[in-house]
């Protein structure tokens, strides 16, 4: 069999698909299933993966559609059986489609693809997920290019989520060196950052449809927390930042926020951490119930807007001159580790996700993981306890370090390996995401 012929199935019902979405009007969404066969065009395998999830989406719709297509021509007495045989015939062709997926034509194409193939493949599925979910939910134009061209906000979808899939397989390749995951993840965690604040100057400079409400609010993260407290509303990003901690718990503060990244930078001028006063612990609390309480005494006294942001603006400030100070004296993000309540918010809630870092019997106490952690999570008497600090963030530069392999993600129910592939596929669909969504 050709190998045209191994794909067509596939092709067809892509496209067919497409049509569906542009006689429901939406042509953008046309526009993305025509292009997703050009995947197969990459030989990964995980292209092929993303194939088979988007044709078993494409099963549910057809048996959806049939079924209330089906339904209303017999309640208005009319025939229905040849529109059953032709939704029939497209779940037929679509796994089809997935069963030719699976083919050992396919699997000879992209044999020489050492990557993962599943962690991926969910990576873009999770990603296309939740971007199509917001897009739908949200009642004004959540995707930026649904603001210039209604309807456009699918290619970005599609975009986003196809490079989920590959950022997942370049985290999770055999041989991955320690320095590369840290490296590969400050730089994408330094490229939100920078989507995010270059929005924000966009719409500084005149272009309101770059902000999010077309209203500016302050960029400091304790005020994705404070602001709901002092005006009663906006709770966009703190569902933001929730959905984050429900996902993959503290990294938030290592992977996700526009801040941090800033910390993280600092922290890294200095060559090994410095550990910080044990101290901190209280000051840390006491600066969370001094931002909640000082927000909601605003609100409750009535104080006008312009203390408010005096005061926002205030603490933010003192929160980068900490980050240029202390951060990079020590070598640790005191920023986020000791000042930024959003930080302490997502260290404890994160408790709540099954999502942990484990030393594990081999650990001969080296301290090789001390010296790459920049949150103050490991020393002695942690390595000892066989777990990292609250503080930890699960940025997962100490497990890669590890040179006796003793540190792991775990999950429960979950190999070792099984659960750093899907906090990966989590954590980079989180990232994704928040490309999409997150501005001001």
């Known amino acids: 069999m050709p190998v045209l012929l191994t794909y067509l199935p596939a092709i067809l019902s ?12 939406q042509p953008g969404l046309m526009l993305a299933w025509a292009l997703m066969p050009a995947l197969f065009l990459l030989h990964r395998s995980w292209s092929h993966r993303i194939g088979q999830i988007a044709l078993a989406a494409g099963v549910i719709l057809w048996a959806n ?20 045989l032709i939704l029939s015939g497209l779940i037929l062709l679509a796994v089809l489609g997935i069963i030719l997926l699976e083919s050992q034509r396919v699997a000879t194409r992209t044999q020489s693809d050492t990557g993962p193939q599943w962690a991926p493949a969910w990576a873009f599925a ?81 272009a309101e449809r770059m902000l999010m409400t077309g209203q500016l609010h302050l960029p400091i993260p304790a005020l994705i927390m404070a602001g709901p407290l002092y005006r009663g509303e906006g709770f966009f990003m703190l569902i933001l930042f929730l959905s984050t901690v429900a996902l993959v718990g503290p990294a938030w503060c290592s992977w996700l926020c526009y801040i941090g990244a800033w910390d993280g930078l600092s922290s890294r001028t200095r060559k090994t951490p410095a550990p910080l006063p044990r101290w901190r612990q209280p000051v840390r609390l006491g600066l969370f119930v001094l931002v909640a309480g000082t927000a909601w005494g605003l609100r409750h006294w009535g104080a006008p807007i312009s203390v408010a942001l005096a005061l926002a603006a205030g603490f933010g400030l003192g929160g980068v001159a900490i980050m240029l100070t202390l951060s990079r004296r020590k070598g640790v993000m005191v920023h986020c580790t000791t000042f930024c309540p959003i930080g302490l918010l997502a260290n404890i809630l994160g408790k709540l996700n099954p999502f942990r870092v484990r030393i594990t019997e081999g650990c001969t106490g080296c301290g090789v993981c001390a010296a790459v952690c920049r ?13 990292p600090h609250l503080s930890c963030t699960l940025c997962g530069d100490c497990v890669g370090s ?39």
């Open 14 to 25: 892509m496209w067919l698909l497409g049509a569906h979405a542009l006689r429901g009007g």
């Open 65 to 84: 559609t049939g079924s209330s297509l089906i339904q209303i021509r017999i309640a208005l007495d009319q025939p229905w059986t040849r529109l059953a």
């Open 126 to 206: 999770l990603c296309a997920g939740l971007l199509s979910t917001t897009q739908a939910k949200v009642s004004f134009p959540i995707l930026l290019p649904d603001r210039f061209l209604p309807g456009s906000g699918w290619l970005l979808i599609l975009g986003l989520s196809i490079y989920a899939a590959e950022l997942t397989r370049s985290f999770l390749m055999p041989g991955l060196k320690p320095r590369q995951w840290s490296t590969k993840r400050i730089r994408l965690w330094g490229l939100f950052s920078a989507v995010f604040f270059v929005q924000l100057i966009l719409g500084l400079a005149g």
């Open 375 to 387: 949150y103050d999570a490991l020393d002695e008497e942690r390595i000892a306890l066989g777990k």
């Open 402 to 440: 590890c040179p006796h392999t003793a540190m792991h993600y775990v999950f429960p129910g979950l190999s070792n390996a099984n659960a750093r592939a899907l906090f990966v596929t989590m954590a980079v669909a989180a990232h994704a995401v928040f490309l999409g969504v997150a501005r001001l």
